[in-house]
């Protein structure tokens, strides 16, 4: 039996239907601008600085292996010998159906990273339990290979709107680490101008220390948010139905006999007489007699 079914008054089916409505065009769109995130495709469609960013399998390092956090490959930066800052960045689309979105877009940035900690005495073996007591929290993540990630949003002709920088950003990798949950998953929130048409995300790898840079990323993802969700829902007014089906007699002989004869005779009959005698005896005699 369907929900509609259940309502035996026709006032809570359409109170019910206003509310399930109000609910549905509260939506949300959510929209992925980056492409291989998790270097399932190698490099394609980023570009990269050197021949020492690519996509790999296995890394291995002093403090441990790196092994990819869900697929088969993630991104490193110690494919070869590096002695510079190496680049690995993408350009995307912010797709039109979000640039009218009625408020203002957001974008939610979510990336798993490794680096390695250069900070064990040289020939000692390197395990979790003692990475994290020479390691942590004594030094800080620029003192070893570190990672930035650059975000900027664009206008339709390539001016820069804004831009999200990172600081450094880093994870120690252990020894013999097989565990994809030893990457460090992180997200950003971020905020996008009104303008922006388009965005460019950069990862940069920096050398501290040693010949390659030790940094790696999986599962890099840019969502683009737009809230179309109102800010006030009124609440739904009952609207009466009936519930008989009876018939209402509605009268329909209207009287049509209106009295069209109006009085036309106005008395005419003014009296015209008015009395012209006027007393003229007048007494002249004044008593001169005062009584004493």
């Given amino acids: 039996m369907s929900l509609f079914t259940t309502l035996n008054n026709s006032n809570t089916m359409k109170t019910t239907l206003i509310l399930f409505l109000a609910i549905i065009l509260q939506t949300t769109l959510c929209i992925e601008t980056i492409v291989?995130?998790?270097a399932e495709a190698g490099t394609n469609p980023w570009t990269r600085s050197s021949s020492a960013v690519g996509s790999a399998s296995t890394s291995g390092s002093v403090t441990g292996t790196v092994l990819p956090r869900n697929g088969n490959n993630f991104f490193s930066f110690?494919?070869?010998?590096?002695?510079?800052?190496?680049?690995?960045?993408?350009?995307?689309?912010?797709?039109?159906?979000?640039?009218?979105?009625?408020?203002?877009?957001?974008a939610t940035l979510n990336y798993a990273i490794q680096t390695e900690y250069y900070c064990l005495e040289a020939g000692a073996a390197p395990t979790e339990s003692t990475v994290i007591s020479n390691c942590s929290p004594r030094t800080s993540v620029s003192s070893f290979d570190y990672g930035i990630?650059?975000?900027?949003f664009l206008n339709n002709i390539g001016s820069t709107l804004y831009s999200f920088v990172s600081g450094p950003i880093g994870f120690p990798i252990f020894a013999g680490s097989t565990d994809p949950n030893k990457w460090s998953y992180r997200t950003s929130y971020?905020?996008?101008?009104?303008?922006a048409t388009s965005g460019l995300i950069n990862l940069q790898g920096v050398l501290v220390a040693g010949s390659r840079i030790n940094l790696y990323f999986d599962d890099i993802s840019l969502n683009i948010v737009c809230s179309t969700?109102?800010?006030?829902?009124?609440?739904?007014i009952p609207t009466f139905v009936p519930t008989t089906t009876s018939p209402i007699t509605i009268p329909t002989q209207i009287p049509t006999q209106i009295p069209t004869e109006i009085p036309t005779e106005i008395p005419t009959q003014i009296p015209t007489q008015i009395p012209t005698?006027?007393?003229?005896?007048?007494?002249t005699q004044i008593p001169t007699q005062i009584p004493t």
């Fill in 36 to 38: 291989n995130g998790g």
């Fill in 149 to 152: 990630i650059r975000i900027d």
């Fill in 229 to 236: 969700q109102p800010t006030s829902t009124p609440t739904p």
């Fill in 277 to 283: 005698q006027i007393p003229t005896q007048i007494p």
């Fill in 190 to 195: 971020l905020s996008i101008p009104s303008a």
């Fill in 78 to 106: 110690a494919i070869v010998s590096a002695t510079t800052r190496q680049f690995l960045s993408q350009r995307f689309d912010i797709p039109t159906v979000l640039r009218t979105c009625s408020t203002n877009l957001t």
